[in-house]
């Protein structure tokens, strides 16, 4: 989990936001990493967070709406 937040934060810092396709890349950087494999349907398991996440469904998740969902 230190990987995926590192990688979410690395994205936040660049432009302020994270997109899905984004987010998708850090998990799988990371999987790769410790040759895991991901399951099958992944993908839409992290699609459903990321649109629980975005409240203002822009499509890009910034650090308040990260720290709102957390809270």
């Known amino acids: 989990m230190d990987d995926i937040e ?3 934060k690395d994205e936040l810092e660049k432009d302020g936001g994270l997109t899905l396709k984004e987010l ?3 998990i ?3 999987a790769d990493k ?3 494999d991901l399951p099958e349907g992944w993908k839409q398991h992290v699609k459903k967070l990321f649109d629980w996440v975005d409240s203002n469904n822009d499509g890009v998740v910034t650090g308040p709406e990260i720290e709102d ?3």
């Open 6 to 8: 590192a990688g979410v």
């Open 24 to 26: 998708n890349k850090i």
């Open 28 to 30: 799988e950087d990371v």
């Open 34 to 36: 410790y040759d895991f």
């Open 69 to 71: 969902a957390m809270a």
